[in-house]
């Protein structure tokens, strides 16, 4: 079939990667595309070349002239090259990951359990409250990843319509004016916020982040770009994991006995829901730093290059059957969480905070199933993140 030669590829099933992602990793896993502004960029579509290329480091977040870089979407400094300096950026980026992972390490990560137990366990409390019929999501998939990152971030949770509201126009790359405003208002707001952190300190990842600029190791601008992007992180992306995975679950009780009967195999559903439930791109963009040739194509200096996480982790030639949902599969590492020194640094948040919506939910509600016909759930159209926009269930 012929390739469409400008993103976004239409899906043919919102709930995962559009076809043409597969034909792409059969053909060559590595092609041209137009990006959501137009622009040219590489599209590297295979799990083993995502993990390789993503980890060279001849590949990064600098660009000769910005102005006229190639761009995903030409929304402004979030999604372009963040200056000229390749190395001096590698070096501000490495002190920003350090401290963030330091906050949140597995260890820390560990003691917030008891925390993220008690929100769970409230909202499944408001979740039978309403009733059945309920809409899971506006219940607890949307609401509980605003608190958990309110709470470990240090953003004050009253102002969550706000941040809500902005981090879920960023997604949408076809309307640049719309992202534009968004990340503006993000911005300014998580600027000032920092500035807030440095007259009240806390025991948050950004009072962290403001301690870090203090002792003059990081870019105040790239201090900020950092922290909207771990509040976006931390909020979207597990918003859509949730959903997509308890879609999942209800369509597999099989799987979803076994899930229970042990702290392993729930830790092995998780990782797998994060494998299959990718209704998104995972889009992760650098710059070639120097003409490279990658083995699958010669890439040149100053150009884009797209790693499509999220239809990487349904590559046959990795995932046997890559649409089958199995928590007993043996399988390489997924890429939902990057790879190499780009791996999220709030993965091990995201695992914990997956694993005890799915224990602590399906034990409360062993009964669980959807409260419309499958084809009647509503989708996202973005398709950065993509998810489920509802999702009414019963018990």
Request: one cysteine or more; aromatic letters at 6%; glycine letters at 8%.
């Amino acid at each position: 079939m012929a390739l469409p030669e400008r993103l976004p590829f239409e899906r043919t099933d919102p709930a995962t990667a559009a076809p043409e992602f597969h034909d792409l990793q059969v053909s060559g896993g590595i092609a041209r595309v137009r990006t959501f502004a137009g622009h040219p960029a590489w599209l590297v579509t295979r799990h083993d070349d995502v993990v390789r290329i993503l980890s060279d480091d001849r590949f990064g977040r600098a660009h000769p002239d910005p102005p006229s870089a190639p761009v995903l979407s030409a929304t402004g400094q979030f999604y372009g090259p963040q200056g000229t300096d390749h190395e001096r950026l590698e070096t501000e980026f490495r002190v920003l990951r350090r401290v963030t992972a330091n906050s949140l390490s597995v260890r820390r990560v560990r003691e917030l359990r008891p925390r993220i137990e008690a929100l769970v366990g409230r909202r499944l409390d408001r979740l039978e409250a309403a009733g059945a019929p309920a809409d899971l999501h506006a219940l607890l998939a949307e609401p509980l990843p605003v608190e958990v990152v309110c709470e470990v971030l240090g953003v004050p949770f009253a102002d969550r319509e706000d941040f809500q509201r902005w981090t879920g126009d960023v997604v949408y790359l076809s309307e640049p004016e719309r992202v534009g405003e968004a990340l503006l208002r993000l911005n300014d707001y998580m600027r000032a916020l920092m500035e807030r952190k440095r007259a009240e300190p806390a025991d948050d990842v950004l009072t962290d982040l403001v301690r870090a600029r203090a002792d003059g190791h990081i870019d105040e601008d790239l201090a900020v770009l950092w922290s909207v992007a771990l509040l976006f992180a931390g909020h979207v992306t597990t918003v859509t994991r949730i959903g997509t995975g308890v879609r999942y679950l209800i369509a597999r009780p099989d799987q979803r006995r076994a899930m229970l009967s042990g702290p392993r195999l729930l830790a092995a559903t998780v990782e797998e829901l994060l494998r299959i439930s990718q209704p998104d791109l995972g889009l992760v963009w650098r710059w070639a730093v120097v003409d490279v040739d990658t083995g699958s194509g010669r890439i040149g200096a100053g150009d884009l290059v797209l790693f499509a996480n999220g239809p990487a982790c349904l590559d046959a030639a990795v995932y046997p059957e890559p649409h089958r949902f199995d928590i007993h599969r043996d399988q390489a590492p997924h890429t939902a969480f990057g790879a190499g020194p780009h791996l999220c640094v709030g993965a091990a948040l995201a695992r914990l905070e997956l694993q005890v919506v799915f224990d602590l939910l399906f034990r409360r509600f062993p009964g669980l199933r959807l409260a419309v016909p499958e084809q009647d759930l509503r989708w996202r159209d973005s398709q950065l993140t993509g998810g489920l926009l509802a999702l009414p269930v019963t018990w």
